[in-house]
């Protein structure tokens, strides 16, 4: 049996992630939150045997050790930060004791015999971009924010504990990931639940920054095959799709399939993080997935359809 640690569990794509892992009954999996943007209503009302949640906030070592030492973990995926543009430069400080906890991880895992930690990065590490598309290797990392410093650093402590120490890793760097159960305040399910209720759309500037959509499913299975396909060892991936659109042309595609009649309202731009342009090279996603991505529009019509079911 592996035991896994998923901190951040959960989170919209780390819950998703746990729920996965414990659908195979070889697995024992311990989700741990501190509840701050988490939400346990992600996880399964009646959770199965091999999986647990525990209330936990790793950036304090005398919470996450207790775990540890008495699950004795094989493999953990690191997914605990505090997420969301506004929220994270609205709360710089918050956001740098997220480095707290990546250290506690790795000092706990290098000291207890873990076999590879795999890490949440963001495509938000690239700042403005330099290049299109946005390459794991080539792209020189150049944002200023918080968040996407934290990000760096963790990347760069993971690579570090593995040449002093030999501890194995996985960088994931996420672009926008999108899907059912994503929290209120992201940019799909905001633009959904207003079209829902027929309310004004609100767009930042002219809307016409571009950004790709990942479909959760589409984010899961890769991670999962690079974890179980012992690939991207002590690397970096891009999760993405490769896909753009602009946030303008996201809100009409929405009014579309929903039919509403919400009007599309332009507010002034964000002071900092929002980047013109977001799109990652996705070819090292594609030789993991085996197949392409799902389309935008087919992704919508999934969340839409699991809005009716859960109204």
């Given amino acids: 049996m592996a035991r896994i640690l998923v901190t951040g569990g959960a989170g919209f794509i780390a819950s998703e992630l746990a729920i996965r892992l414990a659908a195979d009954p070889a697995n024992e999996v311990v989700v741990v939150d501190n509840l701050l943007t988490g939400d346990v209503g992600k996880l399964p009302a009646v959770m199965p045997p091999n999986m647990h949640f525990i209330k936990c906030d790793v950036n304090r070592f005398e919470d996450i050790s207790s775990v540890f030492y008495a699950y004795r973990f094989q493999y953990v995926f690191h997914y605990a930060a505090v997420v969301g543009v506004k929220r994270t430069t609205d709360n710089p400080v918050m956001v740098l004791r997220d480095i707290d906890g990546i250290r506690n991880i790795l000092d706990l895992s290098k000291n ?94 002219d809307g016409l920054q571009t950004r790709t959509f990942c479909y959760i499913d589409d984010n899961i299975d890769a991670c999962l095959r690079a974890f179980h396909g012992n690939e991207v060892l002590n690397d970096v991936v891009n999760i993405g799709s490769d896909v753009e659109i602009t946030i303008r042309g996201l809100a009409e595609l929405i009014i579309e399939l929903t039919g509403s009649r919400s009007r599309i309202i332009h507010l002034p731009p964000l002071e900092e993080g929002d980047m013109t342009r977001r799109m990652p090279d996705v070819t090292r996603m594609r030789a993991l997935l085996g197949r392409e991505m799902l389309p935008l529009r087919d992704g919508l019509v999934r969340i839409l359809e699991a809005t009716k079911v859960t109204a």
């Fill in 112 to 205: 207890m015999g873990v076999k590879r930690v795999l890490f949440s990065s963001s495509s938000e590490v690239y700042g403005e971009p330099v290049e299109i598309p946005q390459n794991e290797r080539t792209t020189p990392l150049n944002s200023k924010l918080p968040y996407a410093i934290v990000k760096n650093i963790g990347e760069a402590f993971l690579r570090s504990y593995h040449k002093e120490f030999g501890l194995e890793y996985t960088v994931f760097r996420f672009f926008n990931t999108y899907g059912p159960k994503q929290s209120r305040d992201f940019v799909v399910s905001k633009f959904i639940r207003a079209a829902l209720a027929g309310e004004d759309i609100t767009l930042y500037g």
